[in-house]
């Protein structure tokens, strides 16, 4: 129920009840206000599935789609990765200040944004994986395409991520519908893994026995015509089928969410990029818990961009790794609820701590081991669970953040979705230039593109991207939340004297629309 819904509920009763009855009616709403159906926590949950469809397709797959598909030398494939992530990230803050300032209308103040881009997003997604009929502009092609689909990406995922502080005020609701988007968000990077995996996977004509020789090229590669043309299809079917769940979850989202509306006096004095930016980094444990993410992720987004190019040329599983991927992300999404009983029982810091240390000797085994098949599906579904960590434990701590902020101004209102926008932002722009790195160190490493073996120091290179470097990335991430100020006893405290200030204009506003309606 939205709020202010009770108060209307309240002058409405008075044109028909006696007043003794008034007051046994109104108390329910205002028990129930905060409370949300598990109907409405699966239904906001399904709208964050489509970041992670795309998401884990674009992150898994893109890179060797631009390298072995559309056969773009890795100097122009680092540029395309680079410029669009941190186009990406440039965009957030963007929107989140726009969303900031964005007046409620009849559906909210959120569903507008998601509503109007998602048409957009899930054209732009389409042409990224479509390998134009020309050579001089392809380039050009993909760079603009995938600017495009981050940026309608972002007005979607901006509002939805900011919309979770709208759909009740009760730390608790919200922390379970958290939990269910977690779910759902993980099932959808297992959806999107599965759908691109296993539509694309196994395209190539390469051979996977170890005598094969290694002289093979992109000429080799296309001599047949079909193996090179089927899979440019097979992309495009894949992105046909993300693209009509994405419409799916954005409508489940609509029809099935209802955003509460603010306060009519919970309202501030509009605020300059300027000062929104300032707001959020003045915040001590916000910035903290942005920095400690910020390594933390850039560890997982480092090995999830380099992943598929690891188990190809480094293991040798060309004709598994679309499986391997599958049962990391399954792995991940079936462990969400342990996590949550986890930070429930045992609280959010130390959960963190557990969860994402977890991945570290799984991320040192898998460069050590010889290379073989059982031993790695064993060490993926390991490492599944310290992913389904990753995921769930930011996007929990984050609204604590924000009532933390709000006990500490209770008079600056309405700018929650800055907090989520500056969170993206740092974490896109880095893991932008970290695939940059990622992908041009493959060109210092003579990567031979749409080859089917690769050189030893290609071999050598995403080894190294895919362990020590996450590793030492997890351990500063880790060290710096240990700096992280809001233990469970202050969170706590916080919910308390936040929910005493929702009662106590929650009053105001029955006593006020009760006065009106007398009038």
């Not at 689909?149 to 730390?171: G, R």
């Not at 809001?486 to 919910?495: A, S, T």
């Not at 106590?504 to 007398?518: K, V, Y």
Request: overall charge neutral; some cysteine; proline content about 4%.
């Amino acid at each position: 129920m939205a709020r202010g819904e009770g108060a209307e509920q309240y002058a409405a009763s008075l044109l028909s009840v006696k007043p003794i009855n008034t007051e046994v009616k109104t108390a329910k709403p205002r028990e129930q206000r905060n409370r949300l159906s598990v109907c409405s926590k699966l239904c906001y949950a399904i709208g964050g599935a489509p970041y992670q469809i795309t998401g884990s397709a674009l992150g898994f797959f893109l890179q060797i789609y631009l390298l072995d598909v559309a056969q773009l030398d890795p100097f122009y494939a680092s540029i395309i990765l680079f410029v669009g992530r941190a186009w990406d990230a440039v965009t957030d803050p963007t929107v989140g200040f726009l969303v900031s300032r964005s007046r409620w209308t009849r559906i909210g103040r959120m569903m507008p944004w998601i509503l109007s881009s998602t048409p957009f997003a899930v054209v732009t997604y389409f042409l990224i994986w479509y390998v134009p009929p020309f050579e001089q502009g392809k380039v050009i092609w993909y760079l603009i395409f995938y600017c495009l689909f981050q940026s309608m990406q972002t007005c979607f995922h901006v509002p939805y991520s900011a919309l979770t502080m709208f759909i009740s005020s009760d730390h608790k609701e919200r922390d379970s519908a958290t939990a269910y988007r977690m779910m759902v968000e993980v099932m959808g990077t297992v959806l999107g893994t599965a759908i691109q995996g296993q539509i694309v996977g196994g395209g190539s004509d390469c051979s996977t026995k170890p005598d094969v020789s290694d002289s093979r090229n992109s000429l080799a590669y296309n001599a047949s015509g079909v193996s090179l043309e089927e899979t440019k299809q097979a992309y495009l079917l894949a992105s046909g089928v993300i693209s009509i769940i994405y419409v799916l979850c954005a409508g489940v989202l609509f029809f099935g969410v209802k955003e509460q509306k603010e306060s009519s006096h919970k309202k501030s004095v509009p605020l300059t990029f300027r000062q929104g930016l300032w707001l959020v980094v003045s915040h001590t444990p916000y910035v903290k818990l942005v920095i400690g993410f910020l390594f933390t992720s850039l560890a997982f987004m480092l090995l999830e961009g380099n992943f598929a190019l690891f188990i190809t040329y480094a293991l040798g599983h060309r004709n598994d790794f679309q499986n391997i991927l599958l049962v990391i992300m399954l792995s991940g999404s079936l462990t969400i609820p342990l996590w949550q009983w986890f930070l429930t029982r045992f609280g959010k810091k130390t959960a963190t701590y557990f969860g994402i240390s977890w991945a570290i000797p799984f991320m040192i085994l898998i460069v050590c081991i010889e290379s073989n098949l059982i031993m790695s599906y064993l060490v993926s579904v390991a490492a599944g669970v310290s992913v389904a960590a990753a995921f769930l434990l930011p996007w929990s701590m984050l609204p604590d953040v924000v009532d933390d902020f709000k006990v500490k101004n209770p008079d600056i209102h309405g700018h929650e979705a800055l907090f989520y926008s500056f969170y993206v932002f740092f974490i896109k722009f880095a893991s932008g230039i970290s695939l940059g790195i990622s992908t041009l160190s493959l060109k210092f490493a003579d990567y031979k593109t749409g080859s089917c073996s690769q050189p030893e120091a290609v071999s050598l290179t995403l080894k190294v991207l895919v362990s020590p470097v996450p590793v030492c990335l997890i351990i500063v991430g880790l060290l710096i939340l240990r700096t992280y100020p809001i233990d469970e006893e202050r969170r706590h405290g916080n919910q308390k004297l936040l929910q005493k200030i929702l009662d106590s204009e929650t009053d105001s506003e029955s006593e006020a629309s009760a006065l009106g309606s007398n009038v």
